[in-house]
């Protein structure tokens, strides 16, 4: 079946530090894939989406590339700040399919 | 609306009783879904509400479980007899389109004593 493997947390970083999180991702379809935030107290939010090979989906200064041939969508940013603190979430969608399958989830911590 | 809206956005309950939850999607959203996630862990689909095909079901934890969306708009998940171990975020999303994701709601948080 589907599934999505991230990185284990707790990730810890000081402000301004680079951010890797590791996402790869088993599908039996083509997925769509997407990276959640989660904010203290919140619901998920979408942060960016890719919907097919070598694109690269971008917002608030995170990025992240669809690499088929490694089956992963890597979380970056190049410079965190404490407002970034969240649990990621990355997450595909089978195209017909009618789930979002989630990663665990990664607890990120930016410290000042 | 303007987002997904859940109600409560929390509750405790004593075991054995049951309890509805919300939720109200976007408006011109066909497709609904409900995800439990439980303290430290991830997310786990429930169910699938799409235009006015039969539900996806099968991520329903038990048959205490069940979920009704009435005209295509507001769903409620209602648990019944509940147990210590439905404490959980209930989180509710809505789609127009499932390749490009969904807009979550901010969940109701149950608190089962």
């Known amino acids: 079946g589907d599934s999505v493997t991230q990185m284990e947390g707790p990730v810890t970083l000081s402000e301004e530090a680079f951010l890797t999180i590791n996402c790869t991702y088993t599908?039996?379809?083509?997925?769509?894939l997407f990276w959640y935030v989660q904010y203290p107290g919140e619901g998920l939010q979408l942060l960016l989406k890719?919907?097919?090979?070598?694109d690269k989906g971008s917002n608030k200064g995170f990025e992240a590339t669809y690499r088929k041939e490694t089956t992963s969508f890597h979380l970056e940013k190049g410079s965190v700040q404490v407002s970034d603190s969240a649990v990621y979430f990355c997450?595909?969608?089978?195209?017909?399919?009618?789930?979002?399958?989630f990663g665990e989830g990664t607890q990120l911590t930016v410290n000042p | 609306g303007a987002g997904v809206s859940q109600s409560p956005s929390n509750k405790v309950t004593e075991k054995g009783k049951d309890v509805e939850l919300r939720c109200d999607p976007i408006s011109g959203h066909t497709a609904l879904y409900w995800y439990r996630q439980s303290l430290g862990q991830g997310l786990e689909f429930l169910i699938y509400f799409q235009g006015n095909s039969a539900p996806d079901k099968s991520g329903l934890p038990s048959d205490r479980f069940s979920a009704e969306r009435t005209g295509g708009s507001v769903s409620t998940l209602t648990i019944q007899r509940t147990q210590q171990e439905d404490s959980a975020v209930y989180l509710c999303a809505s789609s127009s389109d499932r390749a490009y994701g969904y807009t979550f709601g901010s969940g109701t948080r149950l608190t089962v004593v």
């Open positions: 599908a039996t379809g083509y997925p769509s």
């Open positions: 997450a595909l969608s089978v195209r017909g399919g009618s789930r979002l399958t």
């Open positions: 890719a919907t097919k090979a070598d």
